[in-house]
């Protein structure tokens, strides 16, 4: 149903006002739908309800056998052809076939696809292009000849089993007949689950009824209202529900983003701490979102972690429509065990129910066994986090609004009066003509290149927001060109442009899926389109999951059409997506040869990765959202999104001093560092707060700026391995059960621990725990704590609690400048913390920082080790002698180590020798402290990065 242009005017201002109305932070639920107000939900709940009810008839332990699945695979349907095992399952009394493929993928990757064997209309199936690496065209299979199908009996069923060998184990996917269900078999144990519940249900595509024929009953299932707004469901049900088990699992993560615990909670069947509703993915602006909910925000990937002290398994849920996830668990249960091969044992299980709204089923399930190789799955299937510019790691000064030219200047100068390090000042909705983006408020911004090429004097660059409404404005050229060209989102009949309401009032919104309209608004990004803009300007997507102030949940319709005629209730979860793809590609183009982009995106999806940054949306000037913070980072680090970051101060409100200092605190150990604030609040620049929390804040970015080359060398191994960034205890620590669900502490990368002070109280002290047999030590005073250890720490405001593990080298850049450009040719800095057994390991990577030509070699990348008493620098096996090689070696050829400081050599050490290209000298060295918190200098080894070299101690 279309509001009426007053209505519509009416909400807009409401919204509005809401949103400058600051305080009594609190989500207007009424906004938002609820399970139950979800037909396709209601309609997999009753038929779940119905399942469990029947299956407790079976019996009182329901296994696979027991449960009252309706589907079952038809005879002699089941063949292995080539890599992919095909079987025809059918519901009992619908009968309608549905094609399943179970594909077998390199790594031990098992994919699951499946649909009506012959829909009566196509179902959307462009998700796949558009998130999988090379559009899913060239996914590495098995070999076909490591696969083997055998069939057997057990209990009278028949069970198809493939056995293939994965990546390190020896695994089988077991597939049953009556009913359907699959069990992945990892390390001789049923790990994931389908259908162990029975709720594997499919609404396979149908005519309408017509007026006097047969009803369908379904609830909701042709048409549903929510508020004011009906969906006319032009297609009918088309959705489908499946269980999945994690069997031998205790706890699950990722599925971002929600302001949720790490660690998922249940979301039925009660317990401590169980919601009432599932964790919902679709992509939402929610003003003042609740903490502590499932509750959808900004963006979504539906990419599960199941860890327990053996292994790491996960699920990828491919779909971009709407979709609910149900958690329950069982302290034991015998899922799983009817085909077991030996005796049954009871295992505790995770149990999570996910339920798409359209689409095609199309499911990943990755075996692990460990953090590092599920990530590699991962990546394999959706791309690694691609090296960003290097800039994008420094701080990030924003508002809503700076003010005009002379405003962005005095913030300029005024941080770097205070020796305050910055890379990016940003510019919000405010700064442009009436919110027409790509155009300047020329009043305000007389002369925007000036005003970059200023910036950029210092290495200091600008972003600007660009949203993806387009203001309705027949004067306006983005606008026309659009709409001369079709290029925008449709209606529901598909007969005019879909309207709605965003900052500039009446917009339309470009069709990001059409191609052609996606190149376009590329283009739109070169320097010779965007008027004002250098090539230091970046750009920053908001509103794009898409907000609509006066559309249902303030989104879209989801039976508007897009491209190809598909309703957007298909693709919403990919939208926003899409946009920020397009957005990286025209600012990567518009120099040459490319430039690498920097995007930062309000809504994400699987993949987004590949395209720039994410933040986690509006949060608020309160304790709360600060520790809120920590688990949404880290829950997006865990779902293979680790370009990420929090509003540093809160966006609603006016943090306190003491709040502030430690969000910044906090902050500069998020992957995206930003400082950002609501239009209604107080000026918060880091001097406003003056002594002492100006030096401390000083101290927190400065310490950012020090480790900056740690954060890049966690970039490229991110970008080469999947590994994430900031990682939860449990990633680093595997058999910590007891950390399993730690989301108040993380590590950065797995050298540095940090325990951040998310209190009012700055006199309350911080309970630490150090995991392993290892030693750690405080990065800034070097005292040495042996593990494992429990205790108490005080944290005054100076204080942050920030510890280095031993047996770790991190590599930093000590002198402090205006921002991360300036540091590029400064010296590095080694440190060395000793493990118990006196060795060390680290690595340190530079490459130019902006371009892609470390593609054809231009980096150092070295391997550092320290092993009996020697620090050895050598060249990683990935560095290869090519002219851009040489180049870079060149420009890098002044780039010394200036300091290495030892941490832990329990024997003082009075000689060091350093051999570098055969020539040997003798260098100085400084040692102090007693035999427990030892630190020993080497000043100035003057070794080049670039160079192969060794230290000797003695
Ligand atoms: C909403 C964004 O989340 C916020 O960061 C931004 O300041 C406002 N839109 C205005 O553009």
């Known amino acids: 149903m279309k509001l009426k242009r007053s209505t519509a005017s009416l909400l807009y201002l409401a919204a509005t006002v809401s949103l400058l109305a600051q305080v009594g932070l609190a989500v207007k639920q009424e906004d938002f739908k609820t399970s139950e107000q979800v037909a396709f939900y209601r309609r997999h709940r009753a038929f779940a309800d119905g399942v469990a009810k029947e299956s407790q008839l079976l019996g009182k332990s329901v296994s696979a056998s027991q449960t009252a699945s309706p589907y079952s695979v038809l005879q002699d349907s089941v063949y292995l052809d080539g890599h992919t095992l095909v079987a025809s399952v059918q ?154 088990s994690f069997s031998g699992y205790e706890h699950v993560y ?25 964790y919902r993915l679709y992509n939402l602006d929610v003003f003042e979102h609740d903490l502590d909910s499932p509750m959808a925000l900004y963006g979504s990937i539906p990419f599960m972690v199941a860890h327990n002290a053996e292994s790491t398994v996960g699920v990828f849920w491919l779909n971009a429509a709407e979709t609910w996830i149900d958690v329950t668990r069982e302290k034991s249960s015998t899922l799983g065990n009817l085909f077991r091969l030996g005796t049954a044992s009871k295992e505790p299980t995770v149990s999570t129910h996910w339920i798409s709204e359209s689409g095609v089923m199309d499911i990943f399930l990755l075996p692990g066994p460990s953090a590092a190789d599920l990530y590699r799955q991962y990546a394999e299937l959706v791309e690694q986090t691609p090296l960003p510019r290097e800039f994008a790691l420094g701080y990030h000064q924003c508002r809503w609004n700076y003010l005009d030219q002379a405003d962005v200047l005095a913030v300029n100068d005024k941080l770097q009066e205070h020796a305050i390090p910055y890379d990016v000042i ?65 209606n529901k009949e598909g007969t005019d442009n ?68 598909w309703e957007h209730r298909d693709l919403h979860n990919i939208f926003g997506m899409l946009y920020h793809k397009a957005t990286a590609d025209g600012l990567r183009t518009r120099e040459s040869p490319d430039k690498r982009p920097f995007v930062l995106s309000r809504a994400y999806f699987a993949g987004s990765q590949r395209y720039g940054a994410v933040w986690t ?23 293979g999104m680790h370009f ?27 992957p995206f560092f930003r400082a950002h604030a609501h239009i209604d609040t107080k000026r918060r620049e880091p001097w406003v707060f003056g002594e002492p929390y100006l030096s401390h804040i000083r101290n927190a970015i400065r310490e950012r700026y020090r480790l900056l080359p740690y954060w890049y060398t966690l970039f490229r191994e991110a970008s080469l391995t999947g590994m994430p960034l900031v990682r939860p205890m449990w990633m680093e620590f595997p058999k910590e059960t007891s950390m399993f669900s730690e989301d108040s502490s993380f590590m950065v990368g797995s050298a540095i621990l940090v325990v951040p002070a998310t209190d009012a109280d700055a006199n309350q002290p911080i309970d630490v725990r150090l995991p392993t047999q290892e030693n750690w030590y405080d990065i800034h005073s070097h005292a040495t704590y042996i593990a494992p250890l429990k205790r108490q720490f005080a944290s005054d405001l100076a204080t942050t609690l920030v510890f280095a593990r031993g047996g770790s080298i991190i590599p930093t850049r000590e002198r402090q400048r205006g921002s991360s450009e300036l540091m590029r040719r400064d010296p590095i800095t080694l440190y060395v913390y000793v493990s118990r057994t006196g060795t060390a390991t680290g690595s340190l990577y530079l490459d130019d920082g902006e371009t892609y030509s470390y593609q054809n070699g231009a980096f150092i990348e070295r391997e550092l080790s320290f092993e009996n008493a020697t620090l050895t620098s050598r060249p990683s096996p990935r560095t290869k002698l090519s002219p851009e090689q040489l180049e870079f070696l060149k420009a890098m050829s002044k780039v010394r180590v ?39 200098t080497i000043r100035d080894p003057a070794v080049l990065v670039g160079n192969d070299w060794e230290i000797t101690l003695s």
């Open 91 to 244: 519901h009992g009394t619908d009968k309608v076939p549905l094609k399943l493929k179970v594909s077998f993928l390199d790594k031990g990757i098992v994919r699951i696809r499946g649909q009506e064997a012959d829909p009566l209309k196509p179902r959307f199936d462009d998700t796949q292009k558009l998130v999988l690496r090379d559009g899913g065209a060239n996914l590495k299979y098995a070999s076909a000849g490591s696969l083997q199908l055998t069939s057997e009996a057990v209990n009278g069923e028949t069970v198809h089993i493939v056995s293939f060998r994965d990546a390190n184990n020896t695994a089988s996917l077991r597939m049953t007949e009556r009913p359907w269900t699959v069990e992945y078999v990892l390390n001789n144990k049923p790990s994931i689950l389908l259908n162990s519940k029975g709720l594997f249900h499919f609404e396979h595509l149908r005519e309408k009824p017509g007026a006097d024929g047969e009803v369908d009953g379904a609830d909701g299932a042709w048409e549903e209202t929510f508020r004011s707004w009906t969906d006319t469901k032009p297609r009918g049900p088309e959705s489908f529900g499946l269980d999945i």
């Open 254 to 278: 990722g599925i971002p983003e929600h302001a949720s615990s790490l660690s998922l909670k249940s979301t039925r069947g009660g317990g401590k701490d169980a919601y009432s509703q599932p």
């Open 426 to 490: 940003w510019l919000d909705i405010e700064h442009t003509d009436g919110k027409r983006y790509f155009t300047w408020d020329s009043g305000k911004f007389p002369d925007p290149v000036a005003m970059q090429k200023k910036l950029a004097y210092n290495g200091h660059q600008l972003v600007t927001v660009v949203d993806p409404h387009i203001k309705r404005d027949t004067e306006y050229r983005i606008w026309k060109e659009a709409n001369d060209n079709g290029y925008f989102v449709k």
């Open 498 to 565: 879909f309207q709605g309401w965003c900052w500039p009032g009446d917009s339309n919104w470009v069709d990001y899926l059409n191609p052609d309209a996606a190149s376009w608004i590329s283009s739109q990004f070169h320097l010779d389109k965007y008027n004002g803009s250098t090539p230091n300007l970046f750009v920053w997507n908001d509103m794009n999951e898409p907000s609509v102030f006066n559309g249902p949940e303030i989104s879209m319709d989801k039976d508007i059409k897009h491209y190809g005629g």
């Open 617 to 639: 949306g509006d949060n608020a000037a309160n304790w709360e959202h600060l520790r809120a913070s920590i688990p949404m980072v880290l829950s997006n680090n865990v779902a």
């Open 644 to 670: 990420v970051g929090a509003d540093v101060g809160g966006f609603f409100g006016n943090p306190t001093p003491e709040l502030m200092t430690r969000w910044y605190q906090l902050g500069i150990w998020y």
């Open 898 to 936: 200036e300091r290495v400081v030892i941490v832990g050599m329990r024997n003082p050490l009075t000689k060091a020798v350093v051999v570098e290209n055969g020539q040997t000298r003798d260098i100085e060295l400084a040692y102090a402290g007693s035999k427990l918190d030892s630190e020993c």
